[in-house]
């Protein structure tokens, strides 16, 4: 227990400072903070309270640590069912009104105020009334890891949470019920000192987890500000040479005219020819700084109401030329979403994904799918090629500006960042998928809150089906 305290506070403190401030993340950072107080009240009743030496510093000490063991012990026993019960319905939301959303949490604190108004107070072997408590904390406890665990997400970019989820912070909860509800509650006393051992693997796999996938979005998070912090030094940095290029591709052309003109007036034609070639590559260096300028600049959204199935349609139909010889299949939900995004950006952003895909199947040929699949906080874009994917490495600079795979002067391996970008402007996600000889599948997620999304009549029925398009014909 001197190891799992101060672990599972620190837990606590990570979930709260990195958890971009999500629900889930505070009340899963709750549960952690109300397991880690009995692990404390287990240290002090286990080490600091008996290694009291007798006399002046005993009686000093001995009853101050005694009441915060009394109320680390209690705060344990209620707060941990109480806590993991919010954070699955935070996790796994529901839809209710507004009004019983803000008077849930109060409502599911009733239980513990007649507990603690109503039965005896704390001691060493009763610290609750067990045989009442686990009335209410049991179901807590089961309800919660049912709602979690009836979440089945599939192939999704909430995935690997989910199943860090089910893993690090489900078993380990079912295990505390029965050790620190069921079994005292037909006499089975101190049974929690057991829990530490469960707790520190959970902790483990929740390290693991995060370090290797994320976890609630804290992994997102620092990937995000890091790209955050590269992609505003690199627009700041295009911005100051788009200016100077400007200035300098402007005296080239206004002093070139002059050679020009000179040129012509003196009847020297391989002077002119020159001083064209001169014109035209400036103009060309001129547009290139212009082009990488505005993918990199900060990106100004204008939102319209948009219907999202027709905005995946419209923008596969302008890329019909560039998927000669692969397979396209579109599967759309069968009712129709609109959203308040920025049409512009957002079609170019899967343009520019669409387009990664089939270049990696050039060549070779076969299955570009383009899915529109529909959640219960968000809509997400699929894109998922069957081209050689790439390697870890690969995928983990895939969306650094400028870090590209293909060769070419034109290609400044600027269409992933800049998706990304969007993404992030409209308050959703871009993650990338992909492996080794399966293909890459990458995931535009827009959360329907901060899009204003709602379903409308569809024009078509579209549930699962083939666009019927085969490029190669």
Avoid at 9 to 25: I, T
Avoid at 428 to 445: D, F, K, N, P
Avoid at 459 to 464: F, L, Q, T
Wanted: hydrophobic share 50%; net charge positive; aromatic share 8%.
């Amino acid at each position: 227990m001197l190891f799992v305290w101060p672990v599972l506070w620190a837990v606590a403190l990570f979930l709260l400072a990195a958890g971009s401030g999500s629900s889930a993340s505070r009340r899963l950072a709750a549960v952690s903070f109300f397991a880690g107080t009995g692990a404390l009240a287990a240290v002090l009743d286990l080490n600091l309270i008996p290694a009291l030496a007798e006399g002046a510093v005993r009686d000093r000490w001995e009853p101050p640590l005694y009441r915060l063991q009394a109320a680390a012990s209690v705060s344990s026993y209620y707060g941990v069912p109480y806590a993991f019960l919010l954070f699955a319905l935070a996790f796994r939301p529901v839809r209710m009104p507004p009004a019983l959303r803000r008077a849930l949490p109060v409502v599911l604190l009733l239980p513990i105020a007649l507990c603690l108004l109503l039965t005896p107070g704390y001691t060493e072997r009763y610290p609750v009334s067990f045989d009442i408590v686990v009335w209410w904390a049991a179901p807590y406890i089961l309800y919660g890891s049912a709602h979690i665990l009836a979440l089945h997400p599939r192939r999704s970019p909430l995935s690997p949470t989910y199943w860090i989820v089910c893993l690090a912070v489900v078993p380990p909860v079912l295990f505390l019920m029965v050790m620190s509800y069921v079994l005292p509650s037909l006499g089975m006393l101190r049974m929690w000192v057991y829990n530490a051992w469960v707790a520190s693997l959970a902790v483990a796999v929740f390290l693991v987890g995060l370090f290797s996938y994320g976890f609630m979005g804290v992994r997102l998070l620092v990937d995000r500000r890091r790209l955050d912090t590269t992609w505003r030094a690199v627009g700041a940095g295009t911005a100051i040479l788009n200016h100077a290029m400007k200035n300098d591709a402007g005296k080239l052309r206004l002093f070139g005219e002059k050679t020009k003109r000179y040129a012509e007036r003196t009847g020297q034609p391989e002077l002119l020819q020159d001083i064209e070639t001169m014109l035209s590559a400036s103009l060309h260096m001129q547009e290139m700084i212009a082009r990488v300028h505005r993918r990199t600049g900060d990106l100004e959204l204008r939102r319209t109401g948009v219907r999202l199935g027709g905005l995946v349609r419209a923008t596969l139909a302008a890329l019909e030329p560039q998927l000669e010889g692969v397979r396209l299949r579109l599967e759309l939900p069968a009712r129709e979403w609109q959203a308040e995004v920025d049409a512009a950006q957002l079609g170019e952003a899967l343009s520019n994904v669409v387009s990664n895909a089939a270049d990696a199947m050039r060549g070779r040929g076969g299955t570009l799918t383009v899915k529109l699949s529909e959640g219960r906080r968000e809509l997400v874009v699929e894109v998922a090629d069957t081209g050689p994917g790439m390697t870890r490495s690969q995928r983990a600079h895939a969306l650094e500006p400028f870090y590209t795979t293909k060769g070419g002067g034109t290609n400044f391996g600027l269409g992933l960042p800049y998706a990304y970008q969007v993404m992030r402007k409209h308050g959703g996600t871009l993650t990338v998928r992909s492996r080794i000889g399966q293909g890459t599948t990458v995931y535009m997620a827009l959360p329907k809150r901060s899009v204003r999304a709602e379903p409308v009549a569809s024009s078509r029925a579209a549930d699962k089906r083939e666009a019927g398009l085969d490029a190669g014909h």
